[in-house]
């Protein structure tokens, strides 16, 4: 009896690698998926997307690196990818300008590079596939014509304070964001807008917003241009016991499961949502489809419209409650 | 201890007596000058409320900066803090709410996992005869690294009420972390002035080679001062992620910079010896005002790091020059 289950097994194991070396034969790539940071949990999700669609593909192994959020750290670990001989790279640049070097090596190499969320700089030597990306300017707007709505919905007109919790100085989506942001708020003169930068950080959020809770009497609105402030925030304006929170008009950014949680309890009162595994899935899909069948994107830029998510439409957020 | 300059016969210029008055109280001046500056600027600056805003948000860094002012008090220095608030409050959010939810365990292993990296800070800086700079630039990187794999890139979220008091509740009008925090900088100063132990940090860091001489263990000094650190900064990563009802990832990063220079504004001398809790107190403080008077103000937070750039350098640069005068 023994025996025989070894034997099983053998065959088992035996059958398995051939249908595995098989798969191998048919074409098996290495695709090498560079982005950011781990610390925002944003990424986290767009990994488990990728890995989940390669799985679903299949034959497909997926190298993917974080790079501490470090510049110089993002080009050498391509330039690894590069020497690995992955077969195309799924690419989160840090930033517009400096990751390009990176990307001129990857064309040297002939490997075929697809952007996902963030983009290089638009008149960049260097030859990239296709770019899938959120609108983050149109993310800001429609961000801002919700709190617009609500205010009308408060004062029958469109007048009040309202905090813009901004992302860390510099960064693309900071900047895009506020600036979506500001286009739609600057039509309303007697709406007043204070702005200062908490980094993209849930500590600053809460610092900066105990800060304005004392500087500034009447509070009508606040905008975090990502969910990790919006959430420091409304810790503060709990904690404040001046401001009821649900009195306050507080909008997010990035539909996480935490911020989703927080509008089912009606605490926040919306979230913008970019559907980073749309996003991420698109791009795979794109450079997998280039790959195998040569074909090229219709389009060299895919932008993924942004959605509004209050608890109306939950259900048409991406991740789900945890 | 250096003699006080004023017992020597000769005359002592104005000059002297300006840094020699610093020396003694240069600091709270200083502090209590930016506070009515801010007072006149923004009145709400001295509502009571805001005050115990500021000391609250204070406490996060300050409570470290206790148990840095002892490192640095021993001539060392630790990178590695930060890391270890965001690792030691991933771990306490984690035994709330994935490993059991006990109160007791997520305070208790944290503390201990904190104390255990500032002794093998101090093990591996003294018995390998590394520069603790080094040492806790490697540790800095190791547990930022443990921190992301704990958490597997997500923050974790949603702690008990009874936790949550760590960092948000209150005794009657003051809140918690600003106990927690008054607390550790008076028996820090207890300990710094009326103990023994005490007394062989500043000898130590005064004259290493005569405290080894003199048969003080100086090894066995420096690493209770990694460890007393360590488990400050696990105090610290209980008080943030109490605050923020969360295990943060990004937690603590950067706080290495706010923490030395809360300890050297304080009028801690990097080269050891010099220097107290009282000071350290003062300089987070000053540190913590600065910040929030320009948020009131509405001021961007550029300006804020060049401010506290120029306080820094302004600060050492002090502690420079009463030295040329004292040895002079």
């Known amino acids: 009896m023994k025996k025989l289950g070894v034997v099983g097994t053998l065959v088992i194991l035996v059958a398995s690698l051939c249908l595995g070396s098989l798969a191998l034969a048919q074409e098996q790539l290495t695709i ?23 799985t679903q593909i299949g034959g497909i192994e997926v190298i993917s690196l974080e790079a501490e959020d470090n510049v110089a750290k993002q080009i050498s670990i391509i330039e690894d990818m590069i020497i690995r001989g992955v077969d195309g790279v799924l690419l989160v640049p840090i930033e517009v ?4 070097p990176a990307v001129e090596a990857l064309n040297k190499a002939n490997i075929p590079v697809v952007t996902v969320d963030r983009r290089i700089k638009e008149d960049a ?3 990239v596939l296709c770019h899938v990306g959120a609108d983050n300017v149109e993310g800001g707007r429609r961000a801002a014509k919700f709190i617009v709505d609500e205010l009308i919905e408060k004062y029958g007109e469109p007048k009040g304070t309202v905090i813009e919790l901004t992302g860390t100085p510099g960064a693309g989506p900071a900047i895009d964001r506020s600036a979506g942001f500001n286009e739609i708020m600057e039509q309303y003169p007697d709406i007043t807008i204070k702005a200062q930068t908490a980094n993209f950080r849930r500590d600053d959020g809460m610092k900066v917003m105990e800060d304005f809770i004392m500087s500034t009497p009447q509070i009508d609105a606040v905008f975090g241009a990502n969910d990790e402030m919006i ?17 306050v008009i507080t909008v997010g950014f990035d539909a996480l499961p935490e911020a989703l949680q927080l509008i089912e309890e009606e605490t926040l009162d919306a979230t913008i949502e970019q559907f980073p595994g749309r996003q991420a899935s698109t791009a795979f899909e794109i450079l997998v489809k280039y790959l195998r069948e040569k074909a090229e994107p219709e389009n ?4 993924i419209e942004p959605a509004v998510i209050t608890k109306d439409n939950l259900h048409e957020a991406e991740k789900s409650i945890q | 201890m250096p003699e006080p300059l004023e017992t020597k016969k000769e005359k002592v210029s104005l000059v002297e007596r300006f840094f ?11 502090f209590i000058v930016v506070c009515i500056l801010f007072g006149i600027l923004t009145p709400v600056f001295f509502n009571p409320l805001n005050i115990l805003n500021v000391i609250r948000q204070v406490s996060i860094i300050g409570v470290i900066a206790v148990g840095m002012t002892f490192v640095i008090l021993l001539g060392g220095i630790d990178l590695s803090v930060g890391s270890v608030v965001a690792f030691t409050g991933i771990i306490a959010a984690g035994f709330q709410v994935k490993w059991g939810g006990s109160l007791f365990l997520s305070i208790v292993i944290p503390l201990l996992i904190g104390g255990g990296i500032g002794f093998l800070n101090g093990f591996i800086s003294t018995k390998g005869g590394l520069h603790p700079f080094i040492v806790t630039l490697g540790t800095m990187s190791i547990f930022r690294g443990a921190t992301l794999l704990v958490a597997k890139g997500r923050p974790i979220s949603g702690m008990s009420r009874s936790f949550r008091f760590i960092g948000a509740g209150m005794i009657g009008p003051i809140p918690f972390p600003v106990i927690l925090f008054l607390g550790s900088v008076i028996i820090a100063a207890i ?11 500043y000898a130590i860091g005064g004259n290493e080679e005569a405290a080894l001489l003199s048969g003080i263990r100086v090894d066995r000094y420096k690493i209770s001062a990694f460890t007393i650190l360590g488990f400050l900064s696990a105090l610290s990563g209980l008080i943030l992620t109490s605050r923020l009802n969360s295990g943060e990832l990004v937690a603590g990063e950067g706080y290495e910079l706010d923490v030395i220079a809360s300890v050297v504004i304080g009028g801690t001398s990097m080269m050891g010896g010099e220097g107290g809790v009282y000071g350290t107190l003062i300089g987070a403080l000053l540190i913590g005002v600065i910040s929030n008077g320009l948020n009131l103000l509405g001021v961007q937070p550029y300006w804020q790091m060049i401010v ?9 640069l002090m502690d420079k020059m009463k030295r040329r005068f004292r040895t002079a």
Do not use: C, H, M, N
């Open chain 1, 32 to 54: 090498g998926l560079s982005f950011p940071s781990l610390s925002f949990a944003w990424f986290a999700f767009l990994e488990e997307a990728v890995k989940e669609k390669a």
């Open chain 1, 97 to 100: 300008e400096a990751v390009v």
């Open chain 1, 300 to 303: 060299k830029v895919i932008l």
């Open chain 1, 125 to 127: 030597p260097v030859e």
């Open chain 2, 20 to 30: 020699i008055l610093w020396d003694r109280i240069g600091i709270l001046l200083a």
């Open chain 2, 308 to 316: 506290r750039g120029s306080i820094i350098i302004l600060a050492v």
């Open chain 2, 191 to 201: 300990i710094l002035r009326r103990t023994v132990f005490g007394r062989y940090i």
């Open chain 1, 231 to 247: 959430l420091g925030a409304i810790q503060a304006i709990e904690a404040s016991g001046k401001l009821d929170v649900k009195e």
